[in-house]
């Protein structure tokens, strides 16, 4: 069964930086798309960046267009997503998440399958 770890967390300034990974165990990474939600106090959880397993489509919410990119790297069973140019609103959880070989880029919820425990991002000055 597929297990995904969060790292890189942490307390930042505005316009900083941080890179998240996600790292997979338990399977290969393979060919699940993973996508970065995040969860702000008292706000739905909502979809940052996706990226599939096959054809590395990605997909990026408005907010962070220009500042966030994901990659991946299957060899080592890690996503990332770089945050640059980081704002006091990216302030939440960052969950990763697994959904199935074959998943567009969307960020429905219920598509994905595994998440991770998720990682605290604090944008403050």
């Known amino acids: 069964q597929l297990q995904l770890v969060e790292s890189g967390g942490g307390l930042v300034q505005p316009g900083g930086s941080l890179r998240l990974s996600c790292a997979a165990s338990?399977?290969?990474?393979?060919?699940?798309?993973i996508s970065w939600f995040r969860q702000a106090p008292g706000k739905e959880r909502e979809g940052v960046s996706c990226i599939t397993g096959v054809g590395g489509r990605t997909k990026y919410a408005d907010s962070v267009k220009g500042r966030f990119t994901i990659s991946r790297d299957n060899a080592k069973g890690t996503v990332y997503l770089q945050m640059n140019s980081l704002k006091p609103e990216d302030t939440a959880i960052y969950y990763c998440?697994?959904?199935?070989?074959?998943?567009?880029?969307?960020?429905?919820?219920?598509?994905?399958?595994?998440w991770g425990q998720g990682t605290q991002v604090t944008v403050s000055s």
């Open positions: 998440a697994a959904g199935p070989p074959g998943l567009p880029a969307i960020f429905m919820i219920q598509a994905y399958q595994y």
């Open positions: 338990g399977s290969s990474l393979g060919y699940y798309t």
